[in-house]
């Protein structure tokens, strides 16, 4: 059986919509470079307000992607 190795970044994705826009952002975003993408936890949700509305959702995202093996 082989062994496998996975490394795990956060990301924060950003949406005017939404939270899952924001997520799916932050995924979308990260597949362009990596491949072999295997878990997303979403850690934090926050939104930058103007004139006391939501303005912007963003999700802070931590991402698991398998290593290749040499």
């Known amino acids: 059986m082989t062994e496998s190795v996975y490394k795990i970044i956060e990301l924060v994705g950003s949406s005017p919509v939404s939270w899952e826009e924001a997520t799916q952002n932050a995924i979308k975003s990260a597949g362009m470079s990596l ?28 991402l698991s992607f398998k290593l290749l093996a040499d």
């Open 35 to 62: 491949r072999d993408l295997r878990i997303a936890e979403v850690v934090t949700l926050d939104m930058k307000l103007e004139n006391n509305q939501p303005a912007i959702f963003r999700a802070r995202v931590k």
